[in-house]
């Protein structure tokens, strides 16, 4: 996969894709030799995903992780293009964050906007064939498959969480729910399962120094949203979740034509009994991460 040497792999049992209802396992495969400034391993990050990848697009949902990849490319001087999915009126809210922070910055914003019907007809289809248990977090694999037509190659704000949070929703399986630390959503890694190295896809799992430089600046005590805020210097917003407006839509969902059409996704969570990787706790992943 598309990281500093293959520093951290993944796999469903023995897979990149998920045969039967495997669960995600991660390794990590190397470490950093410190942990140093947030701001220098992200400026450092983003120079090095040039270094290779010269027509980048930085995927923005409106949340304050890919406001923070985009940061840290304009930080480090590197030229990129921010892009959005939209769905008709179902993600104006996500849009918004992300058009302020282009009109703050005088970037172009490129837009797929594409309707609920092809959308979820799309997201279906890569969804069954990876055996997502999460079939709207396909929809990074759309956009990614538009920067590809384009010649470009995507970078995302995909990051680990810690549970317990009263935002977060973790798993089904009650035992799952019992640990306490961080976790990776299997869902990071959908984009590249769906295409295999070709994106540098997730800016927080480039290298190990990027990664322990967020994780050390964790407050636990504090929820996710917070967190966020603080480290990356963002403007404080809740928590966007897609799902929230599309799947969690107590009113649509009682209207047949409209629950028939995303009833898909339900039949998804049944592909596997944990949608996440539990990791630890911030000192002992710390220790996993660094020398």
Same mark, same amino acid.
């Given at each position: 996969m598309w990281c500093r040497n293959n520093w951290i792999e993944y796999k469903f049992g023995n897979n990149a894709v998920r045969q039967s209802n495997e669960s995600l396992v991660l390794t990590f495969n190397a470490k950093a030799r410190a942990i140093l400034p947030l701001a220098e391993t992200s400026a450092a990050t983003a120079k090095e995903i040039y270094a290779t990848h010269?027509? #980048?697009?930085?995927?923005? &949902? !409106?949340?304050?992780? &890919?406001?923070?990849?985009?940061? &840290?490319?304009?930080?480090? !001087?590197?030229?990129?293009?921010? +892009? #959005?999915?939209?769905?008709?009126?179902?993600?104006? *809210? $996500?849009?918004?964050?992300?058009? $302020?922070?282009?009109?703050? /910055? /005088?970037?172009?914003?490129?837009? +797929?906007? *594409?309707?609920?019907?092809?959308?979820? &007809?799309? @997201?279906?289809?890569?969804?069954?064939? *990876?055996? @997502?248990? /999460?079939?709207?977090?396909?929809f990074s694999s759309i956009v990614g498959d538009f920067v590809k037509s384009r010649g470009g190659f995507l970078v995302t704000g995909a990051m680990p969480a810690y549970w317990p949070d009263p935002k977060l929703n973790l798993g089904r399986n009650t035992e799952d729910c019992k640990f306490s630390g961080f976790y990776i959503d299997e869902d990071d890694f959908y984009i590249e399962a769906l295409d295999p190295d070709y994106h540098p896809w997730c800016f927080a799992y480039q290298n190990p120094e990027i990664l322990a430089s967020i994780i050390h600046e964790w407050n636990p005590a504090d929820p996710v949203e917070e967190n966020k805020w603080r480290i990356f210097s963002q403007n404080p917003r809740p928590k966007l979740n897609g799902g929230e407006m599309i799947l969690q839509n107590a009113i649509a969902n009682q209207i047949p034509e409209y629950y028939n059409k995303i009833s898909w996704t339900q039949d998804c969570k049944n592909n596997s009994t944990r949608d996440f990787y539990p990791l630890t706790t911030k000192q002992q992943l710390l220790t996993m991460l660094c020398e």
């Open positions: 010269k027509n #980048i697009f930085v995927a923005m &949902s !409106g949340g304050c992780d &890919s406001e923070f990849v985009a940061d &840290s490319f304009v930080r480090a !001087g590197v030229p990129f293009t921010p +892009i #959005i999915l939209t769905c008709e009126k179902f993600l104006n *809210i $996500h849009k918004w964050y992300v058009d $302020h922070w282009c009109a703050k /910055n /005088n970037k172009k914003l490129e837009v +797929i906007d *594409i309707g609920f019907d092809m959308l979820m &007809s799309v @997201a279906k289809k890569k969804a069954e064939k *990876i055996k @997502a248990t /999460n079939g709207l977090a396909v």
